[in-house]
Structures are given as C-alpha cells and as structure tokens.
C-alpha cells in the first residue's frame, strides 16, 4: 500500500469544506487527518462524520488551526479574506503546503500572500474546475486575436449566498482578457454601473453580477463587436467540480518549491 497525502481542511462548516472532505474521503490518494472551523461554530469539538452525514471518523473539528496545520502535509483553505491571509502565514511558518480557494481578497491581502509563499509553495485560484481554466486560456487568445472595436463584459451568476462580487473567476477571466490585450485590468476595469454612467469607455473590461437561488456558477465572456458577439461560456452544475480540482492541486503541490501557483500550473495549461 503506497503513502497517502495528509490533508486537512479549514471551514469545515461550509459548504466547500463539506464537500472537499467528501471528496479527500473518497480518494486512494490522499486521507482526510483534520478539519478545523471559526471558534464560534457549533461543530467544533465534535466528530466531522457527524457534519457529513457519515459514522464517526474519528476526526474532531477544531479551531485551534495551528494543530490542524501541524497535522497535514496540505491544507485546503475555503474561507474568508483575512483568515486566509492568517493561515498563509501559518503555513510559511511551519512549511504546510497550502491550497486556496477563497476569493474577494484585496490587492494587500493578495501581497501578503505572496509574501507567505516565498516560504512554502501555495496554490491559489478563482476557480479550482479544468473547464474554467480552460475558458481563461481562451479568453486570453480571443482577446489578443480582436481589437478594441470588440467590447468585452463579463457576466457571471451565483447563489444568493455568495457574499463577494464579481466573483473570483469573473476577476480571472477579466484579468486574462487583459492580458490578451496586454493592458493592465485595474486601469480598464468597470463594475457596478448604475445611473447616468455615460458611454461606455473603449477598451474596458466590464463586469456584471448576478445573485440568486442556489445557482453553482455560470460564467459568460461576451466580445460584442459591431454585428457580431462572440460568447464563451461555462456552466457549472455541480460544486463537487471544485472540491475535485482542488484534491488535484493538493495532490500537486506537495513537494513543490516554495511559490505561489496557479491551477494553470498544477494543470499545465
């Protein structure tokens, strides 16, 4: 029997974590060692198997997230901008290495991060799916192939539960559009019209956002051109997609040197 790879996930509560251990229990490739959540949630100091459904696994919830660190070769992080900053950090210090999902961080957070990883190596995606990573890289050619006679907007949808908007894959698609074009997406990026906005500005990005019901993600990048529209599209049914990709980069990136790595790398794209 080959050795597993540890891996312990933060946010257990949520429905990604729910979902990330569903998927790390059902893999040969790896064994779920310890979940930890927010100090407040009513699960911690009980057996995850409990959260999932599932007989005990002999895995209590914890919040004391430097133990759960100390346990894993890898840690999956879907939580919130600051934690995620924190348990970075955490990571460089004890040499975990670290998968991030979490989404809506600001410019310092993402520094900060940046930072953390020249210590251990992290991955970190908007979207952790092949399909999504895929349209990124065909955005990126389509953008670079039509000039700015072609509006570009990104519209995505989510469920009305998702707190940030745009969404971190809408931020991804906008940025590699961006860098078709190669102009930097904080000087051509335009959200949240409303108003009397005037004309629309030549050469931005813009970006819509959509919340409601239990929508998993969908994705449209529109290059609206003067009688013509090209759409790219991806559509996601089902949220297991993302706790799968993220299996792979934990899978992935352990043993890699320190840096931060994009899915574009754990997928060679």
């Excluded at 990330?20 to 779920?32: G, N, P, Q, R």
């Excluded at 430097?66 to 970075?88: E, G, L, M, N």
């Excluded at 013509?228 to 997609?241: G, N």
């Amino acid at each position: 029997m080959t050795d597993t790879v540890a891996i312990a996930i933060l946010g257990a509560s949520g429905k990604m974590g729910q979902m990330l251990a569903k998927t790390v229990l059902a893999s040969d490739k790896a064994t779920l060692v310890a979940m930890a959540d927010r100090p407040d949630s009513p699960w911690i100091g009980k057996d995850a198997g409990a959260l999932l459904g599932q007989l005990d696994l002999g895995i209590i919830i914890s919040s004391d997230t430097r133990a759960v660190f100390s346990a894993a070769d890898v840690v999956i992080d879907f939580t919130s901008p600051s934690a995620t900053v924190a348990h970075a950090q955490l990571a460089a210090e004890l040499g975990v290495s670290l998968v991030i999902g979490t989404t809506g961080m600001t410019d310092q957070e993402l520094a900060s991060i940046a930072r953390s990883a020249e210590r251990t190596s992290i991955v970190r995606a908007g979207n952790m799916s092949l399909g999504v990573n895929l349209l990124t890289v065909l955005v990126e050619k389509v953008a670079a192939a039509l000039d700015e006679d072609f509006d570009i907007e990104v519209i995505e949808a989510h469920h009305n539960q998702k707190v940030d908007a745009p969404s971190g894959t809408a931020l991804m698609l906008g940025e590699a559009a961006a860098k078709g074009r190669g102009v930097n997406i904080h000087d051509v990026r335009d959200s949240g019209r409303d108003g009397i906005t005037g004309a629309r500005k030549r050469g931005d990005i813009g970006f819509s956002a959509i919340r409601g019901g239990d929508i998993v993600g969908e994705h449209d990048v529109l290059f609206a051109g003067a009688g013509e529209r090209l759409v790219l599209r991806h559509i996601a049914t089902d949220r297991s997609l993302f706790s799968r990709g993220a299996l792979k980069a934990a899978l992935w990136v352990v043993g890699q040197t320190p840096g931060e790595y994009s899915m574009m790398d754990v997928l060679g794209l």
